[in-house]
């Protein structure tokens, strides 16, 4: 199917599991350190940026309400108990560089 515009970038997006800490605890009001998997396997983000996240359907502003380190993800403030997450990692879009001359 054909795009209007620029056309999507192919990368490695991936869905986000719900977030728990290191204990399998969830958002309580007070925790606000998580970790970050998809399909239950780690995901290291470059920066908070190429993450989006949403809390309660409220999409999240990168190094206001959230930041990254590693494999966490540390909210400002704590999610209250019960708020709803959805989130995707962006990870690397597909760039194959400059080919060389005559390459093509």
Do not use: C
């Not at 986000?16 to 290291?44: C, E, I, M, Q, W």
């Amino acid at each position: 199917m054909p795009y209007i515009g620029k056309e999507p970038e192919h990368g490695n997006y991936q869905r986000l599991d719900p977030l728990v800490d290191s204990n399998g605890t969830g958002f309580n009001g007070t925790l606000v350190t998580f970790l970050l998997r998809a399909d239950s396997v780690k995901v290291y983000p470059t920066s908070p940026s190429t993450l989006i996240v949403s809390l309660g359907g409220v999409v999240q502003e990168p190094n206001q309400s959230y930041t990254v380190t590693g494999d966490t993800i540390t909210f400002t403030p704590a999610p209250a108990t019960g708020t709803t997450f959805w989130g995707v990692a962006l990870g690397d879009v597909l760039d194959i560089g400059t080919p060389s001359d005559k390459s093509v």
